[in-house]
């Protein structure tokens, strides 16, 4: 049988995401709901290592459902990864009589509790926090949802002078590894190509969609490009490319970089990360662990951490046929 659960640390780690705080309020509230105590961790694994604790009541986490970033700070820990920084980070947290974790973050973040767990058999819940939406076993990452929305406004204003000044943009958005967002958006914004890492339309297929708009009677026009998208060419280049080979058109590009991970989290961010609080430490106290909680068709449900980390997060295919669609 499980011990049971008198102490649950919270921590956030890798990038932040809107809606991180709005999960470790929920975390603390539901600690609170059920008399467990909760601590704050500091700089995700950095802080675990140095004992950076505070304790979370129901009362101090007030005021952070509408607060972007993380106000537990976020750090990648170089120590962590090494077995002396672990046994230090076990030795603080065992000091401290934390008997659980919830960590919120990405697959490094993950990656890290799972060697944790293997290690101490030290009790571990992941709530996936990143823009990016790259995590699999869920549909929606925190802070995804208000990404997209941040997004798509950024891009309606990028429109209004692309097209007062009959030109092309090229607008690189955050997916290092996933073209979640340039897909979303691009089709939210109305994009006439979308670059993702995902799929490698080529070089000479931009050109011909670019020269097809052109013909069609367009002025200006939106290319999103992934960060992580696999044409060979960065941003920039893209724009030397086509200006080189395209003299109809005035080409300017805008990276639009971490504005995309700050702000206000959207009402679907907020309700998502307390949902996946609650369900964060509940299970725990049911005594499972190793499981990261997910959202997937409307419920919240747990995935074991290893396939999480280990299984990819498709972009929907539908999507860029909608998109291919929409561009005609
Ligand atoms: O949070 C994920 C992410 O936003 C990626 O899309 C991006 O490549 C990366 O973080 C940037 O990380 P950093 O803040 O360390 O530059």
Known sequence: MSKTIKKIGV?????????MNAAIRSVARTCAFH??????????????????????TARNVKGLINKGGTVLKSARSKEFRTPEG???????????????LVTIGGDGTFNGALIFNQEYDFPVMGIPGTIDNDIFGTSHTLGYDTALNTVVECIDK????????????????????AGHIALNCGIGAGAE???????????????ESLRRSKKSG??????????????????????????????EYEVRVSVLGHMQRGGTPSCFDRVLASRMGVKAVESLMEGQSN??????????????????????????????????????
């Open 35 to 56: 008399n467990i105590e909760c601590v704050g961790i500091y700089r995700g694994y950095e802080g675990m290592i140095e004992g950076d604790f505070k304790e979370l």
């Open 158 to 177: 990028i429109r209004d002078t692309a097209s007062s000044h009959n030109r092309l943009f090229f607008v690189e958005v955050m997916g290092r590894d």
């Open 86 to 100: 672990r046994k230090k980070a076990y030795n603080a947290l065992t000091a401290k009589g934390i008997d659980a």
């Open 291 to 328: 499981y990261m909680v997910g959202l997937l068709n409307d419920k919240i449900v747990l995935t074991p951490l290893e396939k999480a980390v280990k299984g990819k997060s498709e972009v929907n295919k539908e999507l860029i046929r909608v998109s291919d669609i929409m561009t005609t």
């Open 193 to 207: 190509e979308i670059l993702i890492p995902e799929e490698d339309l080529g070089l000479d297929r931009l050109l």
């Open 11 to 19: 921590m956030t780690s890798g990038g932040d995401a809107p809606g």
């Open 218 to 247: 367009k002025s200006s026009s939106i290319v999103v490009v992934a960060e992580g998208d696999k044409i060979g060419k960065n941003v920039f280049e893209l724009k030397d490319y086509v200006e080189e080979n395209m003299t």
